[in-house]
């Protein structure tokens, strides 16, 4: 009997300690609301009847464990129970959130711009357009900005990942304390999903074997399928669904953004049909319209003629279209063209069509994405839940691009190693421009003036051409007017805080164990359903390259370091740089310089700056461009940087250029151990880039080929005197370059079993950059060719047993 008494104690004791534990946990389960208290002694003490659910500030949640009483058997347990499927709370919306690359403001006809956009049109029509929001001026810091809610340096995202130099604002790395809105959404309930451009992971890190930390997948996203770079081919892309490379696509008529719309419409409706209850959170990101401005023909083709009215008088007329629309004060003037802009008017004949003819091609590649943005919104329009889907449309993740230099570019990599091309040679393909085979990019007048009626263009944070873009949004459940205009100062960290208040889910203290940084965005909300209401961000930090810009109550002092497409970069003092001044809430368009008439303001402002620069990681200074490309230089990780020589056993495709052999100046020896077919055998046996630079090593109709493509504007081939021999053969591809700094040139030796069959001298190489997409491939071509005398993906048709690649000096 005391021993069955005893058994009923203990029964008891863990009855009542169970159920202790089920109160805690059912607390420490609930959704992290914003309805909650936010602080201990707010929050309603725990009932042991009925017991409210506190907030809760750590995600994740702790593990279920079952609360009943578990006995020797399931005959003498308490009925099972399983957790709860985590749910957002009650009337959480689906979330669309699209992105585009490189907008200027007087782009796209919704804001005034020349571009047509009906689809964009139709979405402001049922809701609202916001005219005073502001990006960083380039595209990885605005998008580190926007997942995160936290200033760009703060979110280790000073510039792009391929520039960053390892101080905390620019490490390139996203760090655990500054969490995104999409792993806070995820782990409250929400489906989640990333289509197009990831510019947000380590330039070291994107390659097949990760590590994926940093990849979408590791940001709070369920799924994505996109490419993992800053830009790429609109035909030939390399892309990924979750962490594995998705094959060429065969299609003749492939475009990326045909391609991105459809898998945006799939997951979309997958999710619905599998889960309708579960809200989704979807993030498109296409890659237009930045360069290589890419479309269908008949897309360009529309476009023929409308601008050859130039520059200038496209900026008079945009600005009239934009008074008219109500997205610009009626006393609104255009800013003026600065001096190192040729007036339109004083180009030739030769120049006018050229530059025309570019901007043709861009307003092509626009219009076709507002077409596939189109087709992805009338999907979101026939879901059951259309009303309760809040669609956030950013129109650029800054201003447009002047990175094509004065006379535009065949290709874009051509700048990135500090070299722009003779208008001669632009003029020869002129009729190829905007198909496959160039990487071409319109002429930085253009690009100011998509940016009507602001000064300068992407890169400049110190001015609203790089960083003030339209933005739309819509939420029929909730949103009262149709049709309205907002002028509230809004940033793009708000863009966090506002996703979460409308799915009432508020931000983790920790999350994944890390303590986290605090946002610093402020939520839109206030403004859906209230025009006049009175501006909640009072100031706002801009630095990007030292391009540096500060706003306060409606001033805004702005520092231009350096022109967008200069390539050399010295001679910069940041104490000695010039400041100009704004009272933006009378000049829209920072059209009148108050500097010299108001030195006091200009001197509270600057002095801001500094101390904001000190508080969210924008120190130190670094105004260097194309030098930060190299690893050489900044020491950027890399997979390869350790080693000298390369053994690959099996074919490899896609190796991203951060994570390969660097080949840029310096010898190289690459020895491929291969079977040749009778035939005499074709195809790739290794390359490093693509259209845009890099080398080849190939078989072609028995001959070996060894070629570097010196960055579009020549290719130095060699080719053997004779056909290699069939059978196994150690095949030998030799570079010896000259040395004496970077860029410099070298000569290509062929041999095949220790036998010379071929040589060339190779004047220049390419010293900065390859690629910003594509790696290094063996055995086939997975993205781009080298040279235009074979199509990928070119795959090699004889036995590749290894291939061993040995770095010199």
């Known amino acids: 009997m005391e021993r069955?008494?005893?058994?009923?104690?203990?029964?008891?004791?863990?009855?009542?300690?169970?159920?202790?534990?089920?109160?805690?946990?059912?607390?420490?389960?609930?959704?992290?609301?914003?309805?909650?208290?936010?602080?201990?002694?707010?929050?309603?003490?725990?009932?042991?009847?009925?017991?409210?659910?506190?907030?809760?500030?750590?995600l994740p949640r702790p593990d279920f464990h079952f609360p009943g009483n578990v006995g020797r058997t399931y005959q003498d347990s308490d009925p099972p129970t399983f957790p709860k499927v985590v749910r957002p709370p009650q009337g959480a919306p689906n979330v669309l959130l699209i992105l585009l690359d490189d907008v200027g403001f007087g782009q796209f006809s919704t804001f005034g711009g020349g571009v047509p956009s009906p689809a964009v049109e139709k979405l402001a029509a049922h809701g609202l357009r916001y005219t005073r929001f502001h990006t960083t001026a380039l595209c990885s810091p605005t998008r580190a900005a926007l997942l995160t809610g936290r200033d760009h340096h703060v979110a280790g995202t000073g510039v792009i990942t391929e520039l960053a130099t390892g101080y905390d604002g620019y490490t390139g790395i996203i760090p655990k304390s500054a969490g995104t809105v999409s792993e806070i959404l995820r782990q409250n309930g929400y489906a989640t999903a990333w289509i197009g451009k990831n510019h947000n992971t380590p330039a070291w890190e994107?390659?097949?074997?990760?590590?994926?930390?940093?990849?979408?997948?590791?940001?709070?996203?369920?799924?994505?399928?996109?490419?993992?770079?800053?830009?790429?081919?609109?035909?030939?892309?390399?892309?990924?669904?979750?962490?594995?490379?998705?094959?060429?696509?065969?299609?003749?008529?492939?475009?990326?953004?045909?391609?991105?719309?459809?898998?945006?419409?799939?997951?979309?409706?997958?999710?619905?049909?599998?889960?309708?209850?579960?809200?989704?959170?979807?993030?498109?990101?296409?890659?237009?319209?930045?360069?290589?401005?890419?479309?269908?023909?008949?897309?360009?083709?529309?476009?023929?003629?409308?601008?050859?009215?130039?520059?200038?008088?496209?900026?008079?007329?945009?600005?009239?279209?934009?008074?008219?629309?109500?997205?610009?004060?009626?006393?609104?003037?255009?800013?003026?063209?600065?001096?190192?802009?040729?007036?339109?008017?004083?180009?030739?004949?030769?120049?006018?069509?050229?530059?025309?003819?570019?901007?043709?091609?861009?307003?092509?590649?626009?219009?076709?994405?507002?077409?596939?943005?189109?087709?992805?919104?009338?999907?979101?329009a026939a879901l059951p839940d259309a009303d309760n889907t809040l669609v956030i449309y950013i129109l650029g993740d800054n201003g447009a691009s002047a990175e094509g230099g004065l006379d535009g570019a065949t290709n874009e990599l051509a700048a990135f190693n500090g070299v722009f091309e003779p208008i001669e040679g632009e003029l020869k393909v002129i009729d190829e421009l905007g198909g496959p085979k160039y990487y071409n990019h319109f002429p930085a007048g253009w690009a100011w003036a998509m940016d009507t009626p602001f000064q300068w263009t992407k890169q400049i944070a110190s001015h609203f051409g790089g960083t003030r873009n339209p933005v739309v949004i819509s939420w029929p459940a909730k949103i009262k007017e149709k049709g309205g205009v907002r002028t509230q100062f809004q940033h793009v960290t708000d863009i966090m805080p506002t996703i979460l208040e409308v799915a009432g889910i508020r931000a983790p203290d920790s999350l994944n164990g890390v303590t986290q940084k605090p946002i610093e965005g402020v939520s839109m909300v206030y403004t859906f359903n209230d025009a006049k209401a009175p501006d909640r961000r009072k100031s706002q930090v801009f630095e990007l390259v030292s391009n540096r810009g500060m706003y306060q109550n409606g001033w805004m002092a702005s520092s231009l370091a350096y022109l967008p497409w200069a390539a050399a970069r010295t001679g910069y003092d940041p104490d000695k740089a010039k400041w100009e001044l704004y009272h933006i809430d009378e000049d829209f368009s920072q059209a009148n310089d108050l500097a010299a008439q108001d030195p006091d303001k200009l001197k509270e402002l600057v002095d801001l700056w500094w101390a904001e620069a000190a508080r969210h990681d924008v120190l130190p200074r670094d105004w260097r461009s194309v030098e930060r490309l190299s690893e050489q230089i900044t020491g950027r990780p890399s997979l390869a940087s350790d080693r000298k020589t390369f053994i690959y056993n099996t074919p490899l495709v896609a190796l991203p250029e951060g994570s390969?052999?660097?080949?840029?100046?310096?010898?190289?020896?690459?020895?491929?151990?291969?079977?040749?077919?009778?035939?005499?055998?074709?195809?790739?046996?290794?390359?490093?880039?693509?259209?845009?630079?890099?080398?080849?090593?190939?078989?072609?109709?028995?001959?070996?080929?060894?070629?570097?493509?010196?960055?579009?504007?020549?290719?130095?081939?060699?080719?053997?005197?004779?056909?290699?021999?069939?059978?196994?053969?150690?095949?030998?591809?030799?570079?010896?370059?000259?040395?004496?700094?970077?860029?410099?040139?070298?000569?290509?030796?062929?041999?095949?079993?220790?036998?010379?069959?071929?040589?060339?001298?190779?004047?220049?190489?390419?010293?900065?950059?390859?690629?910003?997409?594509?790696?290094?491939?063996?055995?086939?071509?997975?993205?781009?060719?080298?040279?235009?005398?074979?199509?990928?993906?070119?795959?090699?048709?004889g036995k590749i047993d290894k291939v061993t690649l040995d770095l010199g000096k």
Do not use: C
């Open 206 to 380: 994107t390659s097949e074997v990760g590590p994926f930390d940093h990849w979408p997948s590791g940001l709070g996203f369920d799924y994505f399928y996109g490419f993992n770079s800053g830009d790429t081919s609109q035909f030939e892309p390399v892309l990924f669904e979750n962490k594995n490379r998705v094959p060429r696509s065969t299609d003749p008529n492939y475009h990326l953004s045909h391609d991105l719309a459809d898998h945006a419409i799939a997951w979309m409706q997958r999710e619905k049909e599998i889960d309708p209850a579960r809200p989704f959170f979807l993030y498109v990101a296409p890659s237009a319209t930045h360069s290589p401005h890419m479309a269908p023909k008949e897309w360009i083709d529309k476009f023929k003629g409308q601008f050859d009215m130039g520059w200038d008088r496209y900026r008079e007329i945009t600005l009239e279209r934009q008074k008219k629309l109500g997205v610009v004060p009626q006393d609104t003037k255009l800013s003026a063209r600065d001096k190192s802009l040729a007036a339109w008017d004083s180009l030739n004949a030769d120049q006018k069509r050229l530059y025309a003819r570019m901007m043709e091609i861009f307003a092509g590649f626009g219009a076709q994405i507002d077409y596939e943005m189109g087709r992805v919104l009338d999907a979101v």
């Open 4 to 58: 069955i008494g005893a058994e009923r104690s203990l029964d008891t004791i863990a009855k009542f300690a169970k159920l202790a534990l089920t109160l805690v946990l059912v607390a420490l389960t609930a959704p992290i609301s914003l309805a909650q208290s936010s602080t201990p002694q707010d929050r309603p003490a725990i009932s042991t009847t009925v017991p409210p659910p506190p907030a809760t500030q750590s």
């Open 660 to 797: 390969a052999p660097d080949l840029k100046n310096k010898s190289f020896t690459v020895t491929a151990e291969v079977e040749i077919p009778s035939d005499g055998g074709d195809g790739m046996i290794f390359t490093q880039g693509g259209i845009t630079a890099g080398w080849g090593f190939y078989l072609l109709k028995g001959k070996l080929v060894g070629l570097h493509n010196y960055i579009g504007l020549e290719r130095y081939r060699a080719v053997s005197t004779e056909n290699v021999p069939t059978g196994k053969v150690s095949l030998t591809f030799d570079f010896k370059y000259d040395g004496g700094g970077m860029s410099k040139g070298g000569t290509i030796t062929l041999l095949a079993n220790g036998k010379k069959i071929g040589q060339a001298r190779v004047n220049q190489t390419a010293g900065f950059k390859y690629s910003l997409y594509e790696g290094q491939d063996i055995g086939e071509d997975s993205g781009s060719p080298v040279d235009f005398d074979y199509t990928p993906p070119f795959k090699f048709t």
